[in-house]
């Protein structure tokens, strides 16, 4: 036994739940599930998620992708980076690894492109600055989304998931080259994830 001058409070809980208090709950609960479904709701209508193409990679298959894609259609360079100028339609590939974003890449506003993401070593962040837009980067997974630049302009990418000690110098860019008037037209955030195209296996 314990002794102490403090005296223990008197045990209600046995005592029955007043009104208020069961409103609250109530109140709180059904918040809660609002919230709930806000997230496959968000997902399917907001366009908020998006399920992208997911399927898995080896690294050193995706590394190896990330050289050919180079290859192809390198433009020049920047900042001691590949510049690549893929064409519209094509499938862009970026390669996140400690502590860097390859290639450098130039799009063409109002064209279409599948991006892939993937990580060669731990998890990363793909956020575009001055954009809302975040993704995981994961190791062994290939993540392609569909999107449209719809805005002309230079974006950095910034690596927003702590991946080791040069963190914060992991910043990419993609440049937005200005498209035909009817692209300017379009009155968007920069880059819209067009829609999730099914397919590719895995999760
Ligand atoms: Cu890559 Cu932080």
């Known amino acids: 036994m314990y002794r102490t001058g403090i005296e223990p409070p008197e ?48 690294p050193t ?53 599948t991006l892939h993401l993937s990580s060669l070593d731990v998890n990363h962040g793909f956020g575009l600055y001055p954009l809302n837009i975040n993704f995981q980067v994961v190791p062994g997974y290939d993540y392609g989304l569909r ?5 002309p302009g230079e974006f950095h990418i910034m690596c927003n998931e702590f991946c080791g000690i040069g963190h914060h110098l992991m910043v990419g860019k993609i440049i937005v080259e200005p498209g035909d008037a009817a692209a300017e037209a379009i009155d968007a955030p920069a880059a819209t994830v067009v829609e999730a195209t099914g397919a590719g296996g895995g999760r």
């Open 147 to 151: 999107v449209v630049p719809n805005e």
């Open 11 to 58: 045990r209600i809980w046995w005592k029955k739940v007043g009104r208020h208090e069961k409103v609250w709950v109530w109140i709180a609960f059904a918040w809660c599930m609002v919230l709930f479904a806000m997230m496959p709701l968000w997902h399917l209508r907001g366009g908020q998620n998006p399920s992208g193409i997911r399927h898995r990679v080896d």
């Open 61 to 113: 298959d995706y590394q190896a992708r990330v050289a050919e894609f180079i290859q192809e259609y390198q433009a020049g360079t920047e900042n001691g980076l590949p510049l690549v100028e893929p064409p519209p339609g094509s499938d862009v590939y970026l390669q996140a690894s400690q502590f860097a974003w390859i290639p450098v890449v130039r799009l063409r506003q109002g064209a279409e492109y």
